[in-house]
């Protein structure tokens, strides 16, 4: 597969432009549904990026449901129309202009999530939930353990809404949550707040649930401000 390096104005984000290089790709009749993915170090070099960023951007294709993994083949699962969709969905997780929008719905939606989970969850329930926090505080790099935790105590609410809108919102802020990761002291402090927030969950405390996802909340916001502090415009 020939990939054309798409010119840009301005640089973009990595996984914007693994993404905007195989949509064209696509377009273009040079990779097909059901097609692998040349190998990382061949498509790190015609993007002209790293084998790492290239991996980063793979994963969050593979979340989205773009690229799946057959043992260590990369496939190509989705076709263009729902490529466009998931650029879309990636334009907004880096749009200054969103971030507010994203705090808002979790906020309101979070912390009732985390009080149902409260009332609901099953001992399988709690299980997951244990495994995501340790999968996150194992490894400081994992972001998508973050991601995970959220959706599995979505789940443990047992609202099918809920859990699906979670799930489609951890999407949309997926880039954001990696750019946090490489802020210093971010990992652990979410870490502690997942570990809080599980604890006090597998209690069966619903209040001090939802007070603990209000402050976790708390400290994502405080890093979106600090980032705006330091740069003048948001992260």
Same mark, same amino acid.
């Not at 935790?149 to 997926?174: E, G, K, Q, R, W």
């Not at 802020?183 to 604890?199: F, P, V």
């Not at 600090?226 to 003048?232: A, I, L």
């Given at each position: 597969?020939?990939?054309?390096?798409?010119?840009?104005?301005?640089?973009?984000?990595?996984?914007?432009?693994?993404?905007?290089?195989?949509?064209?790709?696509?377009?273009?009749?040079?990779?097909?549904?059901?097609?692998?993915?040349?190998?990382?170090?061949?498509?790190? $070099?015609?993007?002209?990026? #790293?084998? &790492?960023?290239?991996?980063?951007?793979?994963?969050?294709?593979?979340?989205?449901? *773009?690229? !799946?993994?057959?043992?260590?083949?990369?496939?190509?699962?989705?076709?263009?129309?729902?490529?466009?969709?998931?650029?879309?969905?990636l334009?907004?997780?880096?749009?200054?202009?969103?971030?507010?929008?994203?705090?808002?719905?979790?906020?309101?939606?979070?912390?009732?999530?985390?009080r149902?989970?409260?009332?609901r969850?099953?001992?399988?329930?709690?299980?997951?939930?244990?495994?995501?926090?340790?999968?996150?505080?194992?490894?400081?790099?994992?972001?998508?353990a973050?991601?995970?935790?959220?959706? $599995?105590?979505?789940?443990? #609410?047992? &609202?099918?809404?809920?859990?699906?809108?979670?799930?489609?919102?951890?999407?949309? *802020?997926? !880039?954001?949550?990696?750019?946090?990761?490489e802020?210093?002291?971010?990992?652990?402090?979410?870490?502690?707040?997942?570990?809080?927030?599980?604890?006090a969950?597998?209690?069966?405390?619903?209040?001090?649930?939802?007070y603990?996802?209000?402050?976790?909340?708390k400290?994502?916001?405080?890093?979106?401000?600090?980032?705006?502090?330091?740069?003048?415009?948001?992260?």
């Open positions: 597969m020939e990939l054309e390096k798409i010119q840009y104005p301005v640089s973009p984000t990595v996984p914007k432009l693994v993404l905007d290089n195989l949509l064209a790709a696509i377009e273009n009749g040079k990779i097909r549904v059901g097609q692998e993915l040349p190998p990382e170090r061949e498509l790190a $070099d015609k993007l002209g990026i #790293s084998r &790492n960023s290239l991996r980063e951007s793979l994963s969050i294709l593979n979340f989205i449901g *773009i690229v !799946e993994n057959r043992g260590n083949r990369k496939v190509l699962v989705k076709n263009a129309d729902y490529f466009r969709k998931a650029n879309s969905l334009e907004l997780s880096y749009s200054p202009d969103t971030f507010t929008d994203f705090m808002e719905f979790r906020r309101t939606n979070e912390r009732e999530i985390a149902l989970a409260c009332q969850a099953t001992e399988e329930d709690l299980e997951r939930l244990r495994k995501s926090v340790e999968r996150l505080e194992r490894d400081e790099t994992d972001y998508l973050d991601v995970q935790f959220h959706v $599995d105590l979505a789940c443990a #609410s047992h &609202n099918t809404i809920f859990a699906t809108m979670l799930d489609y919102v951890n999407c949309l *802020i997926l !880039e954001l949550r990696m750019r946090f990761f802020r210093e002291d971010y990992h652990g402090k979410t870490a502690e707040a997942h570990r809080r927030i599980y604890e969950v597998k209690a069966r405390d619903e209040e001090l649930a939802v603990e996802m209000g402050r976790h909340l400290i994502i916001e405080n890093y979106e401000d600090q980032g705006t502090t330091e740069s003048g415009v948001k992260a």
